[in-house]
């Protein structure tokens, strides 16, 4: 790129939305497809209203918000895993998503074939996963356990297989979601070296319920409520925002309602 | 460039390209994709092999025996109850002709609905890699039907060294095998796109192909040849168009003799058809498909 300053930016949002199509029949995702130009059949379900964002080059990002305001979707639709509805996106960069890698394991098959699988579906070459296996093997800490199959992993062995093998995908954005939250504190300190470590050269986006974690990671923290940024700024200061307004503000029942 | 940039749910492509170029890039596009995805066609076409005979200690050998049992069920039941056109005589005995013809036939209808049955459940099976990930979910059509090509390869050879023992020799036009395979190839990897699209929009799809699989067998010459049907039905039965297929491989495979020029440009024509078609349709609702599953 010939001007710095648009390199620099590796996400851009503006005016981003996301509505996801609820169907009251299940056919009736059928019709629209054929019929769609005449006449719609769905109710449309906000999740992002209006996400305007800019994120640079080697920031780290923690999103906070309530189940269901809408994180996992924006960071699902930076990820180009699904399309926004409105607004204009642009990114640029490898991204890995971290979501949630370990639910793609083949439960028949031994942790060293899955290694295989995941890092090909993460765009690593078989060449590039044979290389840094015992690298993956050993950041996992599994021991024999990898030429088991996935079935008799623990839930915590499952999820450090699964950080393992993004960890040696070599992102530039490495998208970040709960995916620690069930590992022991061992390899949670593990992690979140690695991840500091990975800061120096990458942008970090990162979905935490853990405060501890964003506050001790991020340069920026953004506080999403029902689709929208409600606050962004320094991790200490959104996170007490946020604290104090989920003291103040009841669990609204009526929060995933179509109906808005 | 950006890796991602869209503008209100339409994915913005840069180059700007004639009707000619976009035209070239469409007719290009599915190779180039499974080239670029090649290391993780492999990784994902090895685990489907590897769970197809999983906690099987016979493994492979299931794959030998199965047509090995229909050449003797099928020999066995059919010997002398129906009409085989002189041509398709190709050994001494009557029996092994039986056997050998209605191989042939079987070999292309099992390809054929291995794949109908599966494609339409085939994004439901990854729907964990396709929501999570980025994935490139036209592969799957191509790394499905890669695996049922191994096993389809597996029967031709077993019918191939059947055909040794019984009649002695080969016909030299064998080696012709490929140009008609490979078409069926893509003509099967187009239709499991369309299915598999389908699929994911509605599971009726799924219990329509297992209705009528069964049925097609009957709609397909393998008990029979098209040219024992009456006319006007033998000419309509290319409207089936695994008619052709079956037609074109007990050409060379069996009579040893080159095929109709129609009857194998029929064939060309449905693969390419159906190749490009399925793709233009899968690529159509791909963005849609993944907030569907």
């Known amino acids: 790129m010939s001007s710095s300053t648009y390199s620099d930016i590796v996400v851009e949002a503006k005016h981003l939305g996301k509505a996801y199509q609820l169907y009251a029949r299940r056919n009736d995702w059928l019709k629209q497809v054929m019929f769609g130009w005449a006449k719609s059949y769905f109710k449309p379900f906000t999740v992002l209203r209006d996400i305007n964002l800019q994120i640079q080059r080697g920031e780290s990002i923690g999103f906070l918000g309530r189940n269901g305001c809408g994180k996992s979707t924006l960071l699902q639709v930076i990820c180009g895993m699904t399309l926004p509805s409105h607004g204009e996106l642009r990114v640029s960069g490898r991204i890995a998503p971290v979501l949630a890698l370990g639910s793609t394991f083949d439960l028949e098959l031994s942790g060293r074939e899955n290694v295989m699988i995941g890092g090909a579906v993460l765009g690593l070459k078989r060449a590039e996963v044979q290389r840094k296996f015992n690298s993956i093997a050993e950041f996992a800490g599994i021991g024999d356990y990898m030429d088991q199959p996935v079935k008799h992993y623990s839930m915590g062995m499952r999820t450090r297989l699964a950080f393992s093998i993004c960890a040696h995908v070599e992102a530039e954005i490495l998208v970040v979601d709960e995916a620690l939250a069930v590992g022991d504190a061992a390899f949670q300190r593990k992690c979140l070296d690695w991840i500091d470590n990975f800061r120096k050269t990458g942008t970090l986006l990162f979905v935490s319920h853990s405060m501890a974690e964003v506050r001790r990671l991020c340069t920026r923290a953004i506080w999403i409520e029902d689709g929208c940024i409600r606050e962004q700024g320094d991790p200490s200061e959104v996170i007490r925002n946020y604290h104090r307004a989920l003291l103040v503000e009841k669990d609204d029942v009526h929060r995933f309602s179509a109906a808005r | 460039m950006p890796s991602v940039n869209v503008v209100n749910g339409k994915q913005i492509v840069v180059e700007n390209l004639g009707p000619v170029e976009r035209t ?34 016979a493994g492979w050998v299931w794959a030998v025996v199965a047509p090995l049992l229909a050449i003797a069920v099928y020999t066995f039941f059919f010997a002398g109850r129906l009409d085989l056109p002189r041509e398709y005589m190709v050994t001494s005995g009557q029996n092994t002709s039986y056997a050998l013809f209605i191989l042939s036939g079987i ?176 690529d159509r609702y791909r963005n849609v498909i993944v907030d569907v599953l």
Not at chain 2, 138 to 151: E, G, H, N, P, Q
Not at chain 2, 181 to 195: K, N, R, S, T, Y
């Open chain 2, 24 to 57: 070239i890039r469409f007719f290009y596009r599915p190779f180039g994709q499974m080239w670029h995805h090649r290391d993780l066609i492999q990784a994902i076409l090895r685990r489907e092999v590897a769970e197809r005979f999983k906690g099987s200690i």
């Open chain 2, 107 to 282: 070999v292309v209808f099992n390809f054929w609905s291995e794949m109908a049955f599966r494609a339409p459940m085939l994004l439901h099976e990854y729907v964990h890699f396709i929501k999570q990930t980025i994935f490139p979910s036209d592969m799957l059509a191509v790394i499905s039907t890669l695996r049922a090509t191994l096993y389809t390869v597996i029967s031709v050879v077993v019918l191939m060294v059947f055909q040794v023992i019984v009649a002695g020799h080969l016909p030299w036009t064998w080696l012709l095998l490929p140009l008609i395979l490979i078409p069926f190839v893509a003509f099967l990897v187009g239709m499991a796109w369309f299915l598999c699209a389908i699929g994911a929009f509605t599971r009726d799809a799924g219990y329509l192909m297992i209705n009528i699989v069964p049925l097609f067998m009957f709609a397909t010459p393998v008990f029979y040849s098209q040219t024992q049907l009456p006319p006007p039905l033998d000419f309509w039965l290319y409207a089936n168009a695994l008619t052709g297929y079956v037609e074109v491989m007990r050409d060379i495979m069996l009579v040893g003799t080159l095929p109709n020029w129609q009857v194998y440009a029929w064939t060309l024509f449905t693969s390419i058809f159906t190749f490009y078609f399925g793709y233009w349709f899968f």
